[in-house]
């Protein structure tokens, strides 16, 4: 599976942006995906996962409902929309596909996209 992210870009604080991950070799239906961040000096950090469809989503803590992860089936996609951003959210932003175990663990998955830079100024 590959994995191309897109979407990122510099925005202020309260703002919003929405983060693409489009999918090819494989029906993005059938597989979990994930978003991973990482900031600078970081490591890679859970941000949200949707299991395979009908696809129950999961949320790291920090998102507190500020952030949705969906998936277009017919694009071969999947989404993530970013509300209320605040300047602790800049970072680069992955997503990655197919975990081999624990969903919220950067370690499970093999399969990732080359990230997209957000930065939110305040």
């Known amino acids: 599976v590959q994995l191309q992210a897109s979407g990122g870009g510099l925005v202020q604080a309260g703002d919003s942006v929405r983060l693409s991950c489009a999918v090819s070799?494989?029906?993005?239906?059938?597989?979990?995906m994930g978003w991973f961040r990482q900031a600078p000096g970081k490591g890679r950090e859970f941000v949200a996962y949707i299991n395979p469809s009908p696809g129950s989503p999961y949320y790291a803590a920090f998102v507190k409902g500020r952030f949705t992860i969906a998936r277009d089936n017919a694009e071969n996609a999947v989404y993530l929309q970013m509300n209320s951003l605040k300047p602790d959210d800049t970072a680069v932003y992955y997503c990655a596909a197919d975990p081999r175990d624990s969903y919220y663990s950067a370690s499970s998955y093999d399969s990732w996209g080359q990230g997209t830079q957000v930065t939110v100024s305040s």
């Open positions: 070799g494989r029906s993005v239906s059938g597989v979990g």
